[in-house]
């Protein structure tokens, strides 16, 4: 189960995500003390942003307009949400 060629994910990954679910519903709070991340934190972590662009999308974020590179980040704040109440 979870080998390489199975779709289904490996049973220790889910062993994690279940921990950091669990965590998060105890106390209604993201582990770690994080905070969620908005529309409006590009600027706070405008490094982080830059070198998942680079790594992730192989797009250089001095290479695209202010308006696409705002999106991208609207995007993916949005996908981080979605993700991180799944897990709830």
Partial sequence: ???EDDPRPSKRRKHV???VSA???RDGKLPFNAR???KDD???FRGVFTKYLKERKDIRI???SSAEAYARF???VHKWQILTRRKC
């Fill in 62 to 64: 001095d290479k695209i």
């Fill in 17 to 19: 995500q279940d921990e």
């Fill in 36 to 38: 969620e991340l908005t």
């Fill in 74 to 76: 609207k995007s993916f």
């Fill in 23 to 25: 965590e998060r519903r």
């Fill in 1 to 3: 189960m979870g080998g």
């Fill in 42 to 44: 590009m600027d706070e």
